[in-house]
């Protein structure tokens, strides 16, 4: 790999605009003290954005071939004069300590040597790849609308091709040939290019020697992470939301670990219970050792949608300090980040903002506030461009992306070649940062409108006096609370019982949604309430008024409400 910083040569550098008077390191120590203003914070991110341009620019064409190794220093800013991260020897597992870098991948280092010739690696030939050429139809920013855009002769979409050997002839920077072969666990030097430009953009860590890895999803991200942090057999323990994400739940029980639940309100994990539970934390009494680890879903959390504020974030990392805990941010839902609702009857107004201010606007991630390096966040194309693909990405310290690109190499080998290739065409060479960022604002506005539309038909449908429900701000989750201390049969028939009721009476009525109890972190402890969780994602917005109606139906003839 000759050179490892570009700018793509079919898409012509942005005119820059103004700066501001800010150094990046003043900005980084002032974000990790306290909020900006929105026009300072879009002003940063414009400063930002021109950094990356400038980059592009001053590097050239990025020459990567097959299996070319590469990181993400090769890509940010230098972060000079930011701290280092603190090291996390003592959280690493047995089994993360015991494995060692994969020698058959440091061979790619040699490749681009000149004039070498290798006879080392296994890796086919490209000539016996069946494929030659693909095409994409995709939209143009900002029209994004699958109605417009689903006739060939539209002008708001536009065909993109992929060629088999479009970088031997000087028309791209990553084709077939090298896509479709073996490549790094790190993912391709194209796609973690990309992303690791849009981590600066976003979130700009705080520390200099940070790096990002490319995965096959949080869910693959979460169980390899837990392996390199905590020890089968010993009694290691996680905290989390005390409702989480049921696969999480399902990753830490067969490695042994337990999970205990911190207290919750609307806006999530409550720091100072964390505090409590870490303080006076009795090994014996508990079953378990102290946790050294947190993992939380600080945005529209799954599956209650909560959504920490910033004060939050900081109050929870504070106590993380004070304990030494290691920090797990799954961030999914980050960027479908809502205006809060205005209320029934009151239609949800498109965004005008620019994608300066959008940035800006949303809530800070831990990454961004995290001066001692001590947060891993996952990051994932699912929920907000495709499933299917199975790409997403962390970022940690340098020491954390090494130990987990050692158990990456042998569990998955990184994440499909021709998933970053499409999602290069598109996000990279096609719409750019930009284009990217302008696609987020327009799912934003979806999400806000088809959320309003579960929330008008929660307050037509369901009995208030016995459901209440908090408006979420991000995510595609809403929590509904069921009052069990009203029903007839309480407490003669458990919560448990009664929540199950409703459940297939819903499914009787012809609606699903899903069992608060399905994500309780501690399920042989007394449950605190009786909840279902809907979402607004899936369902269209015609049928999402009619499911809201059948379950409030259900609830009605278990609470013999006529």
Known sequence: MASSRSVSRRSP?????????????????????????????????????????????????????????????????????????????????????????????????????????????GLPSSEYFPFYECTLRVPKPPHFSEKDALSPDSPTAQTVSIGKYDVNNDLSEYDLSIALNYGQSTGSPQMTRFITEHTELVS??????????????????????????????????????????????????????????????EEGLLPKNMDVVLSSWDETVRGARKPHLLYTVPSGQNPTGATQSLKRRREIYAVCQKHDIYVIEDEPYYFIQMPHFEGKGTPAQKSSEDIESFLAGLVPSYLSLDVDGRVLRMDSFSKVLMPGSRLGWITASAQVIERYINHAEVANHGPSGISQLMLWKLLDETWGHEGYLKWLMDLKNNYTRRRDMLLAACEQFLPKAIVSWTPPTAGMFLWLKVDHSKHPEYPRRSIEELEEEIFLQGISNGVLCTRGAWFRTEPNTPASGMFFRTTFASASEEAMATAIQRLGQAIRQSYRIE
């Open 13 to 121: 550098v942005p005119k820059f605009r103004g700066r501001v008077g800010k150094t990046r390191n003043d900005t980084a120590i002032q974000k990790s003290e306290a909020p900006q203003s929105a026009c300072t914070g879009a002003s940063e991110k414009r400063r930002l954005l021109n950094e990356i341009y400038e980059r592009r620019a001053k590097a050239g064409k990025l020459v990567a071939g097959v299996a070319a190794k590469s990181n993400s220093d090769l890509f940010k800013a230098t972060g000079a004069g930011k701290p280092k991260a603190k090291r996390y020897d003592s959280h690493f597992s047995s089994e993360c300590k015991s494995r060692l870098p994969c020698v058959l991948q440091q061979t790619a280092g040699y490749l681009k040597t000149p004039g070498l010739i290798s006879l080392g690696g």
């Open 204 to 265: 700009n860590p705080p520390y200099a020697d940070w790096k990002v890895c490319l995965t096959v999803g949080n869910t693959s991200a979460l169980e390899q992470t837990v392996r390199m942090l905590c020890d089968r057999g010993r009694n290691d323990s996680i905290l989390t939301e005390e409702y989480t994400f049921s696969s999480a739940l399902e990753t830490f029980a067969p490695q042994g670990i337990k999970a205990f639940g911190i207290k919750m309100d």
